[in-house]
């Protein structure tokens, strides 16, 4: 069984900037990926009404993100 476990970040009152440098939709159209300036790469939820919330933020770049590609299974 594959477990999931949620990470999570903690910071002060305002979020870490994210200066979106790349952009990539899911296949689904269900999820968007960015890639940022400051080496984040976040992960959306889209809905079908076009609402978007945020759903995971990965941090550990040490350079700009400013290509994203989906990987083939």
Do not use: N, Y
Request: charged content about 15%.
């Amino acid at each position: 069984m594959k477990m999931s476990v949620p990470a999570v970040a903690v910071w002060g009152r305002a979020a870490p900037s994210h200066s979106i440098t790349a952009v990539m939709i899911t296949d689904d159209q269900q999820t968007m990926v960015t890639g940022s300036q400051e080496g984040q790469i976040c992960l959306w939820d889209l809905s079908a009404d076009l609402q978007i919330s945020s759903r995971e933020i990965l941090f550990g770049h040490t350079a700009s993100v400013t290509c994203l590609a989906k990987a083939r299974e």
